[in-house]
């Protein structure tokens, strides 16, 4: 009841016409800097931090509850319709998004997209207002093992759902993995694969490897195809902003399972949305491929409804564990610490004692930013879409100037844009032989992760391999993993019985 209250007196503070124009401006900036390529959202809240300087603390949180969540569906919007993710947070649910897009209904997936943001956003808040001590406590159950058992889940379970051949994930898996290698040891401090150059000893960033796979990649597809049988047009999309009867039956449960899977995973410190999203459509995905009239792979709704509502979900948690526990899991929530700091606040458990009246004013208002960002963009999801109305050598030589500009925005570094054509030209080769791209970018992402923590773990256990397989949590993981794969392989052994039985 107590929580109901201060909240409420969160709600009287936001609730003034000078609060109320700081939050509609973030979202509004947020969803422009994270529609560019290469830049998204948690560079958005980083562009704007010196612009908050000159307001009121309170004023200058409640205006970052508007970029950060504005931020996330902007990297939706490139990723839906350009296949340009503006951050690596939207990568998932532009898999399907973007075919959707290409088959003429771009309006429906950028209001999925919406919609599964408000879904999972505004039940995280919900949870962080009422439950926020004790979401965080489930952050003290992972340890290294957990952590690599989380990280070896969402590999092989990714791999195996997104392609259809699990030799061609596993495939890419491994393509993944080796660029992860890329920089200086941590543990060692030797260099590995860097040829010598003091540019790769941090490695390679996510966002060259996103823009180049995705953006350029995509960009080299389509000029190959280039007058030839399998050139198609992008279809400009019917307008029609709201979503049918069938369609809404299908994207309500893939929120609400997005929204669940997304919601412990901002308290767990995996670096992000990245894990969630992908968990996200991977469930998804393997619900779907029983049903025989499957949409995924020409532009599932649940493809996206599930990714979209993962990632708000685990940015709003995120938030609470930041708050609660001043614990920033994701690369936004650190900006935000940084925030806090410059104002000489620390976030924990006595923030909620020494600037009460900040914590709820912010809590209130990521509900009333979430609304905002929704009647803000959903009557301009059809708006949005009419950029497929470009002709599609205009449009694509446009992704690869705004894609190249992002890259060098982010390191000034002519290095970057080499490699970016380098791994787009991978990503051009990957799609000529039908590799996935996704268990890449997961690779990529967890790698460097799951090395840390086994190597931690067999640190901590002197060697003993046993320590692996030694919670109850990891051995669920690893059970979960057995049963998906063994499912998913039993599923395709059938279906190609099936095909030989017809022929």
Known sequence: MESLTNLGEGFLTVLTPMNMLWVFIGALLGTAVGVLPGLGSAMAVALLLPVTFSLDPIGAFIMFAGVLFGGLFGDSIAGILMNTPGNSTAIAGS???????????????????????????????????????????????????????????????????????VIRGLAALVIGLAIALVGIDGTSGAARFTAGLPELFDGIDIVVITVGLLALGEVLSVAARRGTKDDT???????????????????????????????PFGIIPVGGSEVPTFLAYGTERRLGSRKPNSMFGKGAIQGVAGPEAAGNATAGTAMGALLALGLPTSATAAILLAAFRQYGLQPG??????ASELVWALLASFFIGMVVLLILNLPFAPLWAKLLKVPKHYLYAGITVFAMLGVYATSAKILDLVLVLAIGLLGFVMRRYGLPIAPVLIAVILGPLAETEYRRAMAVSEGDPAALVSSPISITLYTLLVLVVAVLLLQRFRARRQQKAVV
């Open 95 to 165: 898999i399907e998004g973007h075919r959707m897009a290409k088959s003429g209904r771009a309006a429906q997936a950028l209001a999925t997209s919406a919609i599964g943001a408000f879904v999972g956003g505004i039940v995280a808040s919900i949870l962080v207002v009422f439950f926020a001590p004790s979401l965080a406590e489930l952050a003290t159950l992972f340890g290294p093992a957990e952590y690599l058992a989380l990280a070896i889940f969402a590999f092989v379970a990714i791999s195996a759902v997104v392609s259809e051949s």
């Open 233 to 263: 047009e992008l279809i400009p999309s019917t307008g029609r902003l709201w979503l049918s009867r069938r369609e809404f039956r299908l994207a309500l449960p893939a929120w609400l399972r997005g929204t669940a899977i997304g919601v």
């Open 349 to 354: 458990p006595l923030l909620f004692e020494r």
